[in-house]
């Protein structure tokens, strides 16, 4: 290193973020310690101040540290801190900040909602920012945010939130491509319209019972979890969805008809049967489809699947290349009239994949009747994974059930596996 010029030892110090790294570096030679400056990232993990003794307080240090640097682009901070450290920082970086990630720890309810200034609202000074992402958020009150024109991507994981103060959220964020919301509850009602947004991912928990709406024409992938009533306008770039619901039921989907729709996800313990047959009809050119919905009905009563036809399910499915099914929706293609009346030019053209969980040995003639059929008229399926789990019945025929499965597994033992 002390051969190296000067512009060489601070572009590779540059690379450093860790902060004990880079205040021990500050003490190996006047050199390191003039390279300093040009570091363009900061990271606090969570420990950074457990030992700590001195007199400064940690907001303290940071704001030294950071004083030392010409332009900050990137400061990740795990450990505590609190809101007026977090404004003292911001005041002095907040021009040159483009990544921001701060662990708020302020989720507690028995915490202060009135500190002042809020670790919230101090992120107004950091305006150039790309890219925040914030752990641990109290957001019962609309944060007093300028827009942030520059933003890109937004991450909030783990909030406590109400509809106003997330609305408020939404609109100082115009220019989103990518917005996540994980682990948040509160959230009665949620209304997305981002022109720019490509990429969203939603995971509301409590009850199950949020309603959603989104008109983002750019919109590429969406995972939404813990919603009832779904409407998603100008989808004809929405390449993979995902819907589940864990808590609540899912009432109503309105879609658009999924055109570039490649893989589609729904999961949840029960769907209205309305809600099922409209995606599946809208997304018809879809070619990964998973599909663990464990009961249908409108209301508290559980009720199985109807009967889906084996081979207009297939017909309007001409494109599906992977298929993973489990048991509600496997049963409703094995009723015993599916079958019946088998066009002889009946082929499943683009199956390659299948992927079958059965839970019940339930109808185990049309069950088999239904892998053999996957298999006859798969012309192209090249692997056929069967899960046997939590076989529900005590009785002999679960037996002699799993030793047909065997049994079919074995004749056919270059395609098909029991996992």
């Given at each position: 290193m002390d051969s190296l010029p000067d512009a060489i030892v601070q572009y590779i110090l540059s690379y450093m973020n860790n902060a004990r790294d880079v205040a021990l570096c500050n003490c190996v030679?006047?050199?390191?310690?003039?390279?300093?400056?040009?570091?363009?990232?900061?990271?606090?993990?969570?420990?950074?101040?457990?030992?700590?003794?001195?007199?400064?307080?940690?907001?303290?240090?940071?704001?030294?540290?950071?004083?030392?640097?010409?332009?900050?682009?990137?400061?990740?901070?795990?450990?505590?801190f609190s809101g007026a450290g977090l404004a003292s920082w911001l005041t002095m970086i907040g021009p040159c900040l483009r990544y921001l990630e701060l662990r708020m720890d302020n989720l507690a309810e028995q915490q202060v909602c009135n500190e002042s200034p809020s670790k919230l609202d101090c992120l107004t000074s950091a305006?150039?920012?790309?890219?925040?992402?914030?752990?641990?958020?109290?957001?019962?009150?609309?944060?007093?945010?300028d827009v942030f024109q520059k933003l890109k991507n937004l991450e909030i994981v783990g909030a406590r939130l109400e509809d106003p103060?997330?609305?408020?959220?939404?609109?100082?964020?115009?220019?989103?491509?990518?917005?996540?919301?994980?682990?948040?509850?509160g959230v009665i009602s949620v209304s997305i319209e981002l022109p720019h947004l490509e990429q969203c991912k939603l995971d509301f928990y409590g009850l199950g019972n949020c309603s959603f709406s989104m008109n983002c024409p750019k919109i590429e992938v969406l995972e939404v979890q813990g919603c009832s009533w779904i409407r998603v306008q100008k989808t004809k770039h929405l390449r993979n969805l995902s819907i589940a619901n864990n808590a609540g039921r899912v009432y109503m989907v309105d879609f658009e008809k999924l055109v570039a729709l490649e893989s589609l996800s729904i999961r949840g313990v029960q769907w209205c049967w309305g809600a099922i047959?409209?995606?599946?009809?809208?997304?018809?050119?879809?070619?990964?489809?998973?599909?663990?919905?464990?009961?249908?009905?409108?209301?508290?009563?559980?009720?199985?699947?109807?009967?889906?036809?084996?081979v207009d399910f297939f017909n309007n499915h001409h494109k599906l290349q992977k298929f993973d099914i489990h048991g509600a929706m496997f049963a409703a293609?094995?009723?015993?009239?599916?079958?019946?009346?088998?066009?002889?030019?009946?082929?499943?053209?683009?199956?390659e994949e299948v992927v079958i969980t059965v839970r019940s040995p339930l109808n185990a003639e049309q069950?088999?009747?239904?892998?053999?059929?996957?298999?006859?008229?798969?012309?192209n399926l090249k692997r056929m994974v069967i899960k046997v789990l939590q076989m529900k019945s005590n009785h002999s025929s679960a037996d002699d059930f799993f030793d047909e499965i065997c049994r079919f597994t074995c004749m056919n033992r270059k395609l098909v596996r029991i996992e």
């Open positions: 030679s006047k050199r390191w310690k003039d390279s300093i400056p040009y570091i363009r990232s900061l990271f606090f993990p969570r420990n950074s101040f457990d030992n700590h003794t001195g007199s400064d307080s940690p907001d303290d240090i940071v704001l030294k540290m950071i004083s030392l640097i010409e332009r900050l682009e990137n400061l990740v901070v795990y450990s505590p305006k150039s920012l790309e890219s925040l992402k914030l752990w641990g958020v109290l957001m019962t009150r609309p944060p007093k945010w103060a997330l609305s408020t959220v939404l609109q100082a964020c115009p220019n989103l491509t990518k917005l996540l919301l994980l682990g948040c509850e047959s409209s995606m599946l009809q809208w997304a018809s050119e879809v070619k990964h489809l998973y599909m663990k919905v464990e009961f249908t009905g409108d209301f508290e009563t559980l009720q199985p699947f109807p009967e889906v036809d084996f293609l094995c009723q015993k009239n599916s079958l019946k009346n088998v066009d002889s030019g009946f082929v499943i053209p683009s199956l069950k088999m009747n239904t892998l053999e059929s996957l298999l006859k008229y798969g012309k």
